[in-house]
């Protein structure tokens, strides 16, 4: 299987050519995954914490559909969001279909989930002493809710960066959704499927490890941003 | 009150100049033959020069390409299934068909030939492979290939061995297919433009060679297909207009003058 060290090979090369075709891949998968993470966390991050804050009828209910949530396939995903914003469905009239945004969208249904999910389990767990020790020192609600949401940063920055892994990381819906168009909705997971389909085998694999490469420098700059704020 | 209406119908004129002058994207719903032989990557400057049109396109298997089609969400169509098309546009998803260029497909398999086929019809050939029960890849996506494949075997006389153990229903493009058929030693159906693609990259060594070719029931034609008027939002004048080009004499010859390796993979066949 020589495919691996050609492909390592390949990866080199593409990056220092600054190959236009894979690089318009990069920037494709750049722009939708942060339009899609930001949408989930700006949803998500008040959700998840309202989830696990506050007790209020349906509750679990409400958080056993969050976590069923997190089982739901890809391929549906596309599927649905497909429906939704197809021409002729409910969404048609925003001509989302084949865009970025359109594949931000259907992403985003992939990392609301992860995001309320442990964004609420944060919550939950923060230390029950803090919440007394609050409360003895006299803190009145809006104190309690900062200090809980300030104890709770990191498990929200982990539940950013797992949303981040699997949001970058699929193809399905990126397939469905946008459509794999050449320049324009071409991410690298697309391009990884469409060589692989092609046997080219060499690409999809310089192509995984320049995917690699971007997740290293996001997770990267993360772990300086945390120990900034540490 | 009628200055006021001419200054609007001048500036409505050049607002269309304008549009006029920038490059049109246009989406095309087409199959994964016409994308992976990299047919349409070698045409769209050509078309961009000549009609200002900005090709993209949607690569899928025919039947979602239609399937897009009837949902409005490409411009145009350019697909190789005559029955469905005819059955699409019957049905008013369409409003007309025009053909304009053709491969045709060939029958492959191991170069060892287990089943002795080589040279024979296609309908002989699907008769002795059944008989022999010699492994055989489909397609299994109602892709253009996939119905041809299908009129094979009804043409055969023989139902489709859908539940066999030597049918195997890949459920992939044509090179995926093509790659399974090498491993399993497998015979199957290709278009001819796929299989030159795949040929060229696997120089020749591939254990697959042609065995069965020529037959009129394996001729694949292309057409580009109009979209009804019912689909409101889609660029019908776009449309019409790449449609124009594929016909014209300057698409006709960008189709013969494209070569893979040397070798002509489409024929122009406007009439």
């Known amino acids: ?230 | 009150m009628r200055q006021f209406v001419s200054t609007l119908a001048l500036i409505a004129v050049l607002l269309c100049a304008g549009v006029a002058l920038a490059a049109e994207p246009i989406l095309v719903g087409t199959t994964t033959s016409t994308a992976d032989t990299g047919l349409l990557d070698n045409l769209a400057p050509k078309i961009l020069k000549d009609t200002g049109l900005d090709m993209r396109w949607i690569a899928v298997g025919t039947g979602k390409a239609l399937e897009h089609g009837k949902n409005c969400d490409v411009d145009v169509l350019m697909v190789h299934a005559p029955g469905a098309e005819k059955k699409f546009i019957e049905e008013g998803h369409g409003i007309s068909r025009t053909e304009f260029m053709f491969n045709d497909f060939v029958i492959v398999g191991p170069v060892k030939d287990p089943a002795h086929i080589k040279g024979k019809s296609a309908a002989d050939t699907l008769k002795t492979i059944a008989a022999a029960k010699a492994p055989f890849a489909s397609r299994g996506d109602d892709s253009g290939t996939h119905k041809l494949e299908k009129t094979l075997w009804k043409g055969a006389g023989l139902a489709v061995p859908d539940k066999d153990s030597w049918y195997i229903q890949v459920g992939q493009g044509m090179l995926a297919t093509l790659r399974i058929a090498a491993e399993r030693g497998a015979y199957t159906v290709t278009d001819r433009g796929t299989w030159i693609a795949y040929e060229a990259k696997d120089h020749g060594k591939s254990g697959l060679v042609i065995l069965s070719e020529g037959d009129g029931a394996l001729r694949n034609q292309y057409s580009i297909i109009l979209l009804a008027p019912k689909c409101s939002k889609i660029k019908h004048e776009a449309a019409k207009k790449l449609q124009a080009w594929f016909v014209s004499k300057a698409g006709q010859k960008a189709i013969a003058d494209f070569k893979l390796e040397g070798k002509q993979l489409f024929t122009p066949n406007a009439k």
């Open chain 1, 1 to 230: 299987m020589d495919f691996f060290s050609e492909g390592f090979a390949k990866a080199v090369a593409l990056i220092l050519a600054l190959d236009p075709e894979t690089f318009s891949a990069v920037w494709a998968t750049a722009g939708v995954t942060a339009l899609a993470l930001f949408a989930s966390l700006a949803l998500g991050l008040p959700l998840g914490f309202g989830l696990g804050y506050f007790r209020f009828p349906g509750r679990r209910a409400a958080r056993l559909f969050v976590d069923w949530m997190l089982s739901l396939p890809t391929v549906v995903i596309g599927l649905i969001v497909y429906g939704l914003i197809s021409s002729r469905g409910p969404l048609g009239e925003w001509g989302l279909l084949f865009t970025v945004p359109g594949m931000a969208l259907g992403l985003t249904l992939l990392g609301l989930p992860i995001i309320i999910s442990m964004t609420a389990t944060a919550v939950e767990t923060t230390d029950t002493r803090l919440t007394q020790t609050l409360l003895s020192l006299g803190a009145d609600r809006w104190q309690m809710l900062i200090a809980t949401l300030v104890e709770a940063r990191f498990a929200m920055a982990l539940a950013a960066a797992s949303a981040f892994g699997r949001i970058v990381s699929e193809v399905g819906i990126a397939m469905m959704v946008g459509g794999n168009i050449k320049w324009h909705t071409r991410t690298i997971t697309t391009a990884i499927a469409l060589e692989t389909g092609k046997g080219e085998f060499a690409t999809g694999i310089a192509l995984g490890v320049i995917l690699m490469l971007v997740a290293l420098a996001v997770n990267l700059l993360v772990g300086l941003l945390r120990r900034r704020a540490a």
